[in-house]
């Protein structure tokens, strides 16, 4: 984070490719160097659900289930959202207005080349700056910015581990993670096979 203001580390750019299987995947249209923000809009074009709205929301969807419009919420934070603990913001989020939703589960190691700017990783160089950012202070979802693994090149599809986007590795999370890598296929369908 010490270089977010640094012009050079935001020249990265993408464009959303449609799949039969995947639906759509996000790739990069030019080299992005290692460390590099990834959309970093994203950090401020996002919805947040408070950890206590969510447990509400899913207590009234069991209670109403006819009520499609909050299973719908739901399943729209779901699909499409993490679980966000950092900086006070526990609940979950979601971009609303972000090409970087449309990034996929990296289910190698060697296919990981994106990452979520707050890590526990404790090799991170730049996991200092993080914890004593005065940038992640005032604008807690820059914690959240997405960074380039490693060093990227153009036509690669951006992909990151979708395992920090909940709090507890669930057994139930687990195997929907290795459905993704078995099938190819992730919680939104492919409706349309002519929009591909």
Same mark, same amino acid.
């Given at each position: 984070?010490?270089?977010?203001? /640094? ?6 750019? !993408?464009?959303? @490719? ?21 959309? +970093? ?57 972000? !090409? ?7 289910? !190698? ?8 700017? +707050?890590?526990?990783?404790? /090799?991170?160089?730049? *996991? ?6 005065? *940038?992640?202070?005032? @604008? ?7 960074? +380039?693994? @490693? ?22 999370? +687990? ?22």
């Amino acid at each position: 984070m010490n270089n977010f203001y /640094d012009p050079i580390m935001h020249q990265a750019e !993408t464009e959303v @490719r449609r799949d039969p299987v995947k639906g759509r995947g996000l790739y990069a249209v030019n080299d992005i160097p290692k460390g590099a923000f990834i959309n +970093a809009d994203d950090s401020h074009l996002n919805l947040h659900i408070h950890r206590y709205q969510w447990n509400e929301l899913n207590r009234f969807v069991e209670e109403y289930p006819d009520a499609q419009m909050y299973s719908q919420l739901r399943d729209f934070f779901t699909a499409y959202g993490f679980e966000n603990e950092g900086n006070g913001n526990s609940g979950w989020t979601v971009s609303v207005g972000n !090409t970087n939703t449309f990034m996929n589960h990296a289910c !190698t190691e060697e296919g990981r080349n994106a990452d979520g700017g +707050a890590t526990d990783d404790d /090799d991170d160089e730049d *996991l200092e700056y993080l914890v004593f950012s005065p *940038l992640t202070y005032r @604008r807690k979802n820059a914690s959240m910015l997405t960074v +380039a693994a @490693r060093n990227i090149k153009a036509g690669e599809e951006l992909q990151m581990d979708y395992s920090p986007f909940r709090s507890v590795m669930t057994p139930e999370y +687990a195997a929907l993670l290795q459905s993704f890598c078995d099938n190819g296929e992730g919680l939104v369908p492919v409706n349309d096979r002519n929009e591909l």
